[in-house]
T-cell receptor, first 114, second 114 residues
Framework: KAGVTQTPRYLIKTRGQQVTLSCSPI?????VSWYQQTPGQGLQFLFE???????NKGNFPGRFSGRQFSNSRSEMNVSTLELGDSALYLC?????????????FGPGTRLTVT | DAKTTQPTSMDCAEGRAANLPCNHS???????VYWYRQIHSQGPQYIIH???NNETNEMASLIITEDRKSSTLILPHATLRDTAVYYC???????????????FGKGTKLSVKP
């Protein structure tokens, strides 16, 4: 089974621009979460989607948004980019079912804001 | 969610067992212990989880103390490819039917040396 895929893998943007990152979960997985990883703050939860609905949201400004499509694919958008948004953005998917679900992470998108 | 405490770093000789400790003294009865690892510049990888019984899979073993206040992840025969940051996470099983978010601490940087 193919793993979680994220596109693009690397991205360079300028301050003030916006960016859209894409995540395709493992086939059959319906839940997608996004995380931001920086050297200073570590791994931080952004938001989670299940059945096209945002279920949980981390402590990030409204410039960070996301959505999930009917095929479970997800996108996240960052508007008005700031230098501090430079980070590795990770997507994770999970199957919903009985018991305790584990999350499977993609390789991430490395965003550099100049 | 309960907090966890892990050593900042550990070394292990290749071929030997790596024992990574985690303290979670405030863990609640319905909280599971999860272990993930992150190899440099890759997404985190799920390793194993448990509630109170010891668990084993093809990657590792998880030993949870009887009072559940601490646990140990054991990699039985560490290889150079096991060099990574290992995260111990404690969380409830299921947030209202969705997977909920993972709260990553700083983890333990394990260096496997030849």
């Amino acid at each position: 089974k193919a793993g979680v895929t994220q596109t693009p893998r690397y991205l360079i943007k300028t301050r003030g621009q916006q960016v859209t990152l894409s995540c395709s979960p493992i086939s059959g997985h319906r839940s997608v979460s996004w995380y931001q990883q920086t050297p200073g703050q570590g791994l931080q939860f952004l938001f989670e989607y299940f059945s096209e609905t945002q279920r949980n949201k981390g402590n990030f400004p409204g410039r960070f948004s996301g959505r999930q499509f009917s095929n479970s694919r997800s996108e996240m958008n960052v508007s008005t980019l700031e230098l501090g948004d430079s980070a590795l953005y990770l997507c994770a998917s999970s199957s919903r079912g009985p018991g305790v679900p584990e999350q499977y992470f993609g390789p991430g998108t490395r965003l550099t804001v100049t | 969610d309960a907090k966890t405490t892990q050593p900042t770093s550990m070394d292990c000789a290749e071929g030997r067992a790596a024992n990574l400790p985690c303290n979670h003294s405030t863990i609640s009865g319905n909280e599971y212990v999860y272990w993930y690892r992150q190899i440099h510049s890759q997404g985190p990888q799920y390793i194993i989880h448990g509630l109170k019984n010891n668990e084993t899979n093809e990657m590792a073993s998880l030993i949870i103390t009887e009072d559940r206040k601490s646990s140990t992840l054991i990699l039985p025969h560490a290889t150079l490819r096991d060099t990574a940051v290992y995260y111990c996470i404690v969380r409830v099983a299921d947030y209202g039917g969705s997977q909920g978010n993972l709260i990553f601490g700083k983890g333990t940087k394990l260096s496997v040396k030849p």
